[in-house]
C-alpha cells in the first residue's frame, strides 16, 4: 500500500498538477465567448474577453465589436494575458525544481512568490472587465458574467492555492526529503527515574 501525504516526495508531482490544470482553465478563459451571455431566451448579447457581440432577436448572425478600442480592454486582457504567462512560465519552472533530484527549497518558495504576482495580474484583469463592460457597453435584456469568466477565477483560485503551498513548501524540506528518523516514546517504569 502507497502512503502519500500533502508534504511527501513520491507527490511532489501535485503542484505542478494543479498549475497545469490552472493553465487549462486560463486556456478556456482566454478563448471562451461566454464572459457575458444573455441569461434567457432570445440570445442577443455575448462577450469574450475580446470583443462583444450582439445580435436582433429575427436575426441569426452576430456583430460584433472590438473590446480592443477601449482603453478598458486593452488593460483588462494585458493584466490577465501578463498573469497568464507568467502561470505558464511558473508551471515549467516547478516542473524543472521537481525533475531534479536535489531539490532546491528557496528556488520552490521563488515560485509561490510568482504565483502571488500572476494572482495579482488575473485579479485585476478580472475586476476591470465587468466592472468598464458594464459601464461602457450597452447591454440587451438580461445578462450574466458566464462559464468563461467562471474558468477565469478558477484558474485564479487554483493559482492562489498553489502560491501558498509552494511558499510553505519549505518548512516541510525534511518530510519532502524523507530525512526524519522515527521517534520512538518508551513508557517502561524501569527507565522513568533516568528521563529527569
Same mark, same amino acid.
Given at each position: 500500500?502507497?502512503?502519500?501525504?500533502?508534504?511527501?516526495?513520491?507527490?511532489?508531482?501535485?503542484?505542478?498538477?494543479?498549475?497545469?490544470?490552472?493553465?487549462?482553465?486560463?486556456?478556456?478563459?482566454?478563448?471562451?465567448?461566454?464572459?457575458?451571455?444573455?441569461?434567457?431566451?432570445?440570445?442577443?448579447?455575448?462577450?469574450?474577453?475580446?470583443?462583444?457581440?450582439?445580435?436582433?432577436?429575427?436575426?441569426?448572425?452576430?456583430?460584433?465589436? #472590438?473590446?480592443?478600442?477601449?482603453?478598458?480592454?486593452? *488593460? %483588462? *486582457? *494585458?493584466?490577465?494575458?501578463?498573469?497568464?504567462?507568467?502561470?505558464?512560465?511558473?508551471?515549467?519552472?516547478?516542473?524543472?525544481?521537481? #525533475?531534479?533530484?536535489?531539490?532546491?527549497?528557496?528556488?520552490?518558495?521563488?515560485?509561490?512568490?510568482?504565483?502571488?504576482?500572476?494572482?495579482?495580474?488575473?485579479?485585476?484583469?478580472?475586476?476591470?472587465?465587468?466592472?468598464?463592460?458594464?459601464?461602457?457597453?450597452?447591454?440587451?435584456?438580461?445578462?450574466?458574467?458566464?462559464?468563461?469568466?467562471?474558468?477565469?477565477?478558477? #484558474?485564479?483560485?487554483?493559482?492562489?492555492?498553489?502560491?501558498?503551498?509552494?511558499?510553505?513548501?519549505?518548512?516541510?524540506?525534511?518530510?519532502?526529503?524523507?530525512?526524519?528518523?522515527?521517534?520512538?516514546?518508551?513508557?517502561?517504569?524501569?527507565? %522513568?527515574?533516568?528521563?529527569?
Amino acid at each position: 500500500m502507497v502512503v502519500c501525504g500533502l508534504a511527501c516526495w513520491r507527490c511532489r508531482w501535485l503542484l505542478p498538477l494543479l498549475l497545469g490544470l490552472a493553465i487549462i482553465m486560463g486556456i478556456i478563459a482566454l478563448a471562451g465567448r461566454g464572459w457575458l451571455e444573455s441569461e434567457s431566451q432570445p440570445y442577443v448579447q455575448q462577450a469574450s474577453l475580446w470583443e462583444s457581440c450582439t445580435r436582433g432577436e429575427e436575426d441569426l448572425n452576430w456583430s460584433c465589436e #472590438s473590446l480592443m478600442d477601449y482603453g478598458w480592454g486593452r *488593460a %483588462a *486582457a *494585458a493584466t490577465y494575458l501578463v498573469g497568464f504567462v507568467i502561470l505558464v512560465i511558473c508551471f515549467a519552472l516547478a516542473v524543472i525544481a521537481f #525533475s531534479i533530484e536535489i531539490l532546491r527549497f528557496n528556488f520552490v518558495r521563488g515560485i509561490g512568490g510568482l504565483l502571488f504576482v500572476v494572482a495579482a495580474f488575473q485579479i485585476i484583469g478580472l475586476v476591470i472587465y465587468p466592472v468598464k463592460f458594464t459601464e461602457d457597453i450597452p447591454l440587451m435584456g438580461d445578462n450574466m458574467f458566464s462559464w468563461a469568466y467562471g474558468f477565469g477565477w478558477a #484558474s485564479t483560485v487554483v493559482v492562489i492555492g498553489c502560491a501558498f503551498f509552494f511558499c510553505c513548501l519549505p518548512n516541510w524540506e525534511d518530510e519532502v526529503l524523507g530525512n526524519i528518523k522515527p521517534t520512538y516514546y518508551y513508557s517502561s517504569p524501569e527507565r %522513568a527515574p533516568y528521563l529527569n
